[in-house]
T-cell receptor, first 118, second 109 residues
């Protein structure tokens, strides 16, 4: 099956600093990548959707200037949390989708990045 | 608005059968997914239904009724490793996944 990697798997940073998370599709071309955030004991919350070569579409309530998303190639998307604060501490998960519809539109998830802001 | 409902938590016994229900109201329908998520890990794909009926895959089966906006995930011969959250997600007319809050399944020996 398709593999999506995420780096780093966990990161601790100080309040006010920025953190970059990478999401890579290893064996397929991801035309669309999704970034989710998940707080403890809650479901996935979609933050933004990005298509290769175009600007990301952010969900309502997600600050695009704080969560910078770049989908520069068909295998790489990055999420940068700028000026991180403790309330940004969460589990960030990316997923990637290749071409096609129906079952081919299955999203393949990365392993997630646990961000802790102190 | 769009809505996915599933029970918050269920408990079952090792070796038994459990059915996790999911009802949905979405703008359009392009399929329903079930994912398994262990604590601290990303979700993993279990099943996809786009037509009415039952899809069987080993110990797991998933059922869909589009007219009723209803699906269930059936887990047989439960094992301790099946303890996890099970997420129901519907793909709407824009091919966007709408996620349920997940059902935490607790397996007892």
């Amino acid at each position: 099956g398709a593999v999506v990697s995420q780096h780093p798997s966990w990161v601790i940073c100080k309040s006010g600093t920025s953190v970059k998370i990478e999401c890579r599709s290893l064996d397929f071309q991801a035309t669309t990548m999704f970034w989710y955030r998940q707080f403890p004991k809650q479901s996935l919350m979609l933050m933004a959707t990005s298509n290769e070569g175009s600007k990301a579409t952010y969900e309502q309530g997600v600050e695009k200037d704080k969560f910078l998303i770049n989908h520069a190639s068909l295998t790489l998307s990055t999420l940068t949390v700028t000026s991180a604060h403790p309330e940004d501490s969460s589990f960030y998960i990316c997923s990637a989708r290749g071409r096609g519809t129906g079952v081919e539109s299955e999203q393949y998830f990365g392993p997630g990045t646990r961000l802790t802001v102190t | 608005g769009q809505n996915i409902d599933q029970p918050t938590e269920m408990t079952a016994t090792e070796g038994a059968i459990v059915q996790i229900n999911c009802t949905y109201q979405t703008s359009g329908f392009n399929g329903l997914f079930w994912y398994q998520q262990h604590a601290g890990e990303a979700p993993t794909f279990l099943s996809y239904n786009v037509l009415d009926g039952l899809e069987e895959k080993g110990r797991f089966s998933s059922f869909l009724s589009r007219s009723k906006g209803y699906s269930y995930l059936l887990l047989k011969e439960l094992q301790m490793k099946d303890s996890a959250s099970y997420l129901c997600a519907v793909m709407d007319s824009n091919y966007q996944l709408i996620w349920g809050a997940g059902t935490k399944l607790i397996i007892k020996p």
